[in-house]
């Protein structure tokens, strides 16, 4: 392992021991942690003239807040049908879960003093939220705003900290990367279920009312749809080929993930692209 990756070994380490509490992971799910954020948020302050065990401090705190959002998360993107099968003690819990992550961040921070950046964090939750109910109202008048609450929602926190240290470019490349990542998943899982959230969110904006009135989109309809985020995803492919380029000493593990991604895009967008 190289040194990159045994030091967001450690963190991960640290971030898991901060999370496992014994009665949560008997009664609701382990929380997921993202390693592309861990690997951002590192990337971002590596070069920051800072100790590593302030760097580790934030970098843990951002994603106790991430780990307790999308712990959140878990309890308002549940459907109907699947909360009448779950235990109402298990939603609680799972309510209850996500303010301990977040309670755990502003520990971190609260022992060493580090006022403004409890500050910072907490008006990216407030970003986050705001742009959650956007979305879930599909309150959009056009793609760009719709693309733009994504990228958002996905990458304020990161976004935050990056500024926090005056580094625009980091900035600019996590909301561009976690951007194509939420774009893949929302192409792949429409490949699957042929109707979702995002698609039909795309739907409004794109067509009129009395066409969206439908209830299945028409064939002319889908392929638009499908137009647009393979053109979208491919826009953002390229705005991250320049992000990269200007960056002179990225680390090559996030070099690597960028790639990885790039191999995830569907090969039905990448022949969709080519043949509009």
Same mark, same amino acid.
């Given at each position: ?15 898991? &021991?901060?999370? +496992?509490?014994?009665? #949560? ?39 106790? %807040? ?9 309890? +308002? &993107? +549940? ?10 003690? &298990? ?54 705003? #719709? ?20 580094? @625009? %470019?980091?900035?600019?490349? @996590? %909301?561009?990367?976690? #951007? ?13 279920? /042929? ?5 039909? +969110?795309? /739907? ?12 299945? $989109? ?19 492919? /390229?705005?991250?080929?320049?992000? %990269? ?18 191999? *995830?895009? $569907?090969? @039905? ?5 080519? *043949?509009?």
């Amino acid at each position: 392992m190289s040194h990159i990756q045994i030091h967001i070994s450690t963190i991960k380490e640290q971030l898991h &021991n901060l999370i +496992t509490h014994p009665y #949560l992971v008997k009664h609701i799910k382990y929380p997921v942690i993202d390693e592309d954020k861990l690997l951002l948020l590192y990337s971002a302050l590596e070069s920051i003239p800072l100790a590593d065990e302030k760097k580790e401090q934030y970098i843990l705190s951002t994603m106790l %807040v991430q780990i307790a959002l999308d712990t959140h998360d878990l309890v +308002t &993107n +549940t459907r109907i049908d699947q909360m009448k099968k779950d235990n109402a003690k &298990n939603r609680q819990l799972t309510v209850l879960a996500g303010d301990y992550y977040s309670g755990l961040h502003y520990q971190l921070l609260a022992k060493s003093n580090d006022i403004t950046m409890i500050k910072t964090l907490a008006h990216s939750i407030k970003q986050i939220n705001e742009h959650k109910i956007a979305y879930y109202q599909k309150e959009f008048d056009g793609m760009e705003t #719709l693309m733009d609450s994504l990228g958002k929602i996905e990458s304020s926190l990161i976004q935050s900290v990056s500024q926090y240290f005056s580094d @625009s %470019v980091f900035k600019e490349l @996590s %909301v561009n990367f976690l #951007l194509l990542k939420r774009l893949i998943m929302e192409r792949n899982k429409y490949a699957l279920d /042929k109707s979702t959230f995002f698609f039909d +969110t795309m /739907k409004r904006i794109a067509f009129s009312k009395s066409q969206t009135e439908k209830m299945d $989109p028409s064939k002319d309809q889908e392929t638009y749809m499908l137009y647009l985020i393979d053109r979208y995803i491919e826009h953002v492919r /390229k705005t991250i080929d320049q992000i %990269v380029g200007s960056i002179p000493n990225m680390n090559h593990l996030l070099k690597s993930r960028i790639q990885e991604l790039y191999y *995830e895009i $569907p090969f @039905s967008s990448k022949k969709f692209v080519e *043949e509009g």
